[in-house]
Each structure stands twice: as structure tokens, then as C-alpha cells.
């Protein structure tokens, strides 16, 4: 027999915490925003291929920080018989969307900064500076906003947190090199700078798009380990053993779980406090939200602690459980 063991932490606190990373993603994208005209502008004034790489930064981040808000709220949308898990994948596509587009900024700096090597340009240093202190205030306003620790579970959130960290570091470079440039005259910085956040800038796109694709795999959710999953819930009284499981992620901040679990030959309300039990351990213990248990009172004939599952596989014979 198949239950859903379900836990409601609140829907009022959920949409609390949905207004207050919305609010923060808003306040972060605008400053982000001002950052980016201030930046390119000033790079195009000044000369200086750092600062237009930092503002073009920006700019990316001020897309991936509104596709981050969309994400928040369309995740808010109710569950129905089309989306039985609603809409928080959503969160997961936007971090990947965001992956991508750094990739193409991260390339394309590293493009032009090798340009840039080859034929360097007159740089006003002093602007450069004035403005990549400017652009680096700006950034550290929106981490700012981006910081709080209640929030760290959210990958999209996450996501946009690790792109305004990097404008942080991207602005502070870019503050030093002017000051560098200003002072010794060497103007292959400027390019050697924009080399840096280019790399920076894939670093941050590779680990979100592995990510992604770890949940969108359905990969066991980090930090989880399986073989201890079954060991503590082995160890629950009335369970003789565990086997077929299955543990995936919805979203960064949603983990479901399935396994048939073999109790013998027990009574209806023996079962059910058995059920009751490993649910409350599964989400006290490892984070599962939902656990689909099975309670057999013999083991399958392959039991297996990870089932196989074969492409394509069809219709097969139920198990017959009492």
C-alpha cells in the first residue's frame, strides 16, 4: 500500500518568504541596473575594457536577477492534475537560464580582452578608478540585500547571490586596476583584468548549470546519502529493512523520497504508526518534505537498496502487499 506522508510548514510563511525574496531580488536587480549604465557608460568614456566587461556583468545579472523574481513568483502558483508538484522547477530553469547567459558574457570578455592584448588602448585610469568604486558601493548594496542566511537553502536565490558576490569582486579589480594603471602607466591591466572576470564569470555559469542539471536529472539531493537513509530507517521499530529507494529534488528547498519498507505482519494501526514514524524521521532527519512508502510484509524479489529502472520500461506486474 502506497501513502504520502505530507508536512505543511504553513502557507501563510510561505508566502511570506516568497514577498521577502521577491522584495530583495527587486532591490538587488535595481542596483545592479544602475551599476550597468554607470559602468558602461563610464567604459565607453574612459576606454577602460574591464569596466565595460563589469557593467556588461551587470547588465547579465539584472537579467538572470528579474528571471530569478519571475521564478519566485510563478513558484507560488498553486499545484493541480497537469502539475502535481506546481510550478517549482521553475526556480531550477532560471538558474540554468542564467547559467547559460554567462557562459556567452564569459566568452565573449574573453574574446575581446585577447583583442585588446594584441592592440592595448589609452585608458583614462583616474576615471576608471572613480568609477569602479562607484560600481563596487553599488554591488555591495545589492549583495546586501541578497544576504540573508534564511534564504541560503534556495538555489535561485543562490544563484542570484553568487552573481552580485562576483560583481563585488568584479568592481574591486577593476577599482585596483585603475589605480594600478594610473599609477605605472601599464595599460595591458586593463585587458588582463577583463581576462580574470571572464574566467570568474564561467566559473560561476559552470557551477550553476552543474547544479541544475543535477536536479533536473533527478540526482539524490545533496548531501544526502542514501545507505544512511536506510540504515536510520531500518533502525525504526517494527521496520525489518528497506530497499527500492528513490530520492530526488523538486527544487532546491523541496526533497521527496520513495521506498518500500518490510514490516511483516502487522496490524492496520501497528503499520500506520510505523508509517507516521518514518515520515516525521525522513523530514526531522534528511529534509524530505514527501515520502511515497510502501510496506510489504516480504521483500521484493530483487531488494535492492537502488532499484533498476530500464528506458522505456512498461506496464509491469504489481506486487501483492497486504
Not at 537579467?63 to 499545484?79: F, N
Not at 540554468?96 to 592595448?120: D, K, M, N
Request: with cysteine; net charge negative.
Amino acid at each position: 500500500m502506497a501513502t504520502l506522508a505530507h508536512h505543511d510548514h504553513g502557507h501563510d510563511g510561505g508566502n511570506d518568504a516568497d514577498r521577502d525574496r521577491g522584495r530583495r531580488l527587486l532591490w538587488a536587480a535595481a542596483a545592479s541596473f544602475v551599476v550597468c549604465v554607470i559602468e558602461i557608460g563610464g567604459g565607453l568614456w574612459s576606454g577602460s575594457l574591464a569596466l565595460i566587461s563589469d557593467g556588461v556583468h551587470n547588465f547579465a545579472d539584472v537579467l538572470a536577477l528579474t528571471i530569478s523574481l519571475l521564478a519566485v513568483v510563478v513558484a507560488s502558483r498553486p499545484t493541480s492534475e497537469v502539475r502535481t508538484f506546481g510550478w517549482h522547477r521553475a526556480e531550477i530553469l532560471a538558474a540554468g537560464i542564467s547559467g547559460i547567459g554567462l557562459l556567452g558574457v564569459g566568452f565573449g570578455i574573453l574574446w575581446t580582452a585577447y583583442q585588446r592584448l594584441l592592440a592595448p588602448v589609452d585608458i583614462r585610469a583616474m576615471d576608471m578608478l572613480i568609477l569602479g568604486g562607484v560600481g563596487l558601493a553599488g554591488n555591495i548594496a545589492g549583495m546586501v540585500w541578497l544576504s540573508p542566511h534564511e534564504h541560503a537553502h534556495d538555489l535561485n536565490f543562490r544563484a542570484a547571490y553568487l552573481h552580485v558576490l562576483g560583481d563585488v569582486l568584479n568592481s574591486a579589480a577593476v577599482a585596483v586596476g585603475g589605480a594600478l594603471i594610473w599609477w605605472t602607466g601599464l595599460r595591458i591591466i586593463d585587458p588582463i583584468l577583463s581576462i580574470l572576470i571572464g574566467f570568474a564569470i564561467l566559473g560561476t555559469a559552470w557551477g550553476l548549470l552543474r547544479e541544475t542539471a543535477h536536479v533536473l536529472l533527478e540526482g539524490t539531493p545533496r548531501g544526502v546519502h542514501l545507505k544512511d537513509v536506510a540504515a536510520e530507517m531500518a533502525q525504526a521499530p517494527g521496520v525489518e529493512s528497506v530497499h527500492s529507494l528513490r530520492a530526488w529534488s523538486i527544487c532546491s528547498h523541496i526533497s521527496v523520497l520513495s521506498a518500500h519498507v518490510v514490516v511483516g505482519a502487522q496490524s492496520d494501526a501497528e503499520r500506520q504508526r510505523i508509517r507516521d514514524y518514518l515520515a516525521v524521521l525522513l523530514l526531522d532527519r534528511f529534509g524530505f518534505a514527501e515520502a511515497t512508502l510502501e510496506l510489504e510484509c516480504w521483500a521484493c524479489e530483487n531488494p535492492l537498496l537502488v532499484a533498476p529502472l530500464e528506458h522505456g520500461e512498461g506496464p509491469h506486474e504489481e506486487h501483492v502487499h497486504e
